[in-house]
């Protein structure tokens, strides 16, 4: 997390969370049931048209839906959020951990991925690392002998989960921090150990963090190298930050993409992490019509107030309800979830944390339980360069309760404006109306019973495919 995001948090009130779209949402009901997800996903794409497609990697990524975030380190041990460098690693000593049951949790929220910090700003690495002292080689866990990274890629890969890491760039420990080419290849350096040692690495992590180091001077990142040598070492992972370039951060960590979502962006507005103005958070938020890359967004927010464990947060965890509001104002805006759930001293995953997680899982799975458009005929008509209709008629009357709306992103993102309708005693009635749709429009409903719907795309940035568009009970 970088102070510029800190700082625009703090600042936000309730005309700004209005902006955002936060608001009272009707619950769903039902049995539970695996909640759908895309199918027949083979990465292909159709033949460029002029506009951005997505890579094989950023499909996977966004069908994931769902990664937790796991912030653990010194600051797990002195109660703090960000450590100043000065940290002991004697203090690092987790007695009880088990990468396992981090991988357990995640399952049973169904969570694809998980993203480990395998350095924060304080500068101590969580695997022994051959570019500083200031890590788990000089704590008492495991008799110094231990690599917390590769316990966690190994359980991840056993699990069946894809393995991220986060590298902070901001190092408030190490003396070449601020004395630019010095530090930036310190900082390759450890980017090369964590991409070459581990297999795989799904996502690579970054903020634009940046203060001064305990040399008292400022750093200039290399980010142009940086992504390169990712890239180099890690063909197949994105990469995320405030400027991409394959994942972009969504502007806030209150968990709310924007009403409207774009997944192209205009690169030029944000060319690197840590930068501020209007138009820099309005891109983050809702990327670009017209943008030339294809650049998703990524909402990441934290299931308790702070990002590391506070024993005295153990009693304001999220409740699964609030933790269902994040999924649709995240999951169900064209974005990708990554929710914060950090470690214990223990090195466990506290167990009201995983208790609301698995909750989470029972009541997403409860609200898209019962499709009432299943098998039904889809009759879809193109109207014109920019408008289409699809239309359903059920066999009887069905109260509905949340709508689920998907374009086929591999072909890229088309629909600029859309309203659904539903036939209710012989009238049509507008149920729900909004812009983007992307790889997922999911909107919760005050129950409304219909005997047939209509989605009409009004506005649409080439010429529309058919849209899945599914009804729950």
Known sequence: MSIDRRAFLSSLGAGSLAALGVGALASCGGEPSRLPRADGADGSREQPTGRPRPSPAQLTWQRDELALFLHFGVNTFTDREWGDGTETPAIFAPEALDCAQWTRTAQAAGAKALILTAKHHDGFCLWPTETTRHSVASSPWRGGDGDLVREFTDACRVAGLRAGLY????????????????????????????????????????????????????????????????????????????????????????????????????????????????????????????????????????????WFWHPAEDARVRTPENLKQLWFTSVGRNSKLLLNVPPTRRGLLHETDVRHLAELRDRLDACFANDVTSGLARRWRV?????????????????????????????????????????????????????????????????VTADALRLEITDAVEPPMEVEMRAYQ
């Not at 010095?182 to 799904?202: D, F, K, M, S, W």
């Not at 969504?250 to 060319?271: F, L, Q």
Request: proline share 7%; glycine share 10%; aromatic share 8%.
């Open 167 to 306: 590298l902070s760039p901001w190092d408030r420990n190490h003396p070449t921090y601020g004395d630019s080419p010095r530090y930036n290849a310190v900082y390759r350096a450890q980017l090369t150990e964590l991409l070459t040692r581990y297999g795989p690495i799904h996502e690579v992590w970054f903020d634009g963090a940046n203060g001064e180091g305990p040399n008292g001077k400022r750093q200039e990142y290399d980010w142009p190298a940086t992504w390169a040598l990712v890239k180099q070492l890690q063909p197949e992972s994105v990469i995320f930050s405030d400027a991409g370039p394959d994942v972009r951060w969504i502007g806030n960590e209150i968990g709310v993409a924007g009403e409207t979502n774009w997944s192209t962006v205009d690169p030029r507005i944000v060319p690197r992490p840590g930068m501020e103005g209007e138009e820099v958070m309005r891109s983050l938020r809702e990327g670009d019509r017209d943008g030339t890359v294809w650049r998703p967004g990524e909402t990441d927010v934290s299931i308790r107030p702070g």
């Open 383 to 447: 109207q014109g360069a920019t408008s289409a209709e699809l239309e359903l008629t059920l066999p009887r009357a069905e109260t509905i309760r949340a709508l689920d709306l998907r374009e086929r992103i591999e072909h890229g993102q088309r629909v600029a404006a859309f309203t659904v309708s539903g036939r209710v005693d012989g009238a049509w009635r507008v149920l729900v109306a909004g812009s983007t749709i992307g790889y997922r429009r999911a909107t919760r409903l005050d129950p």
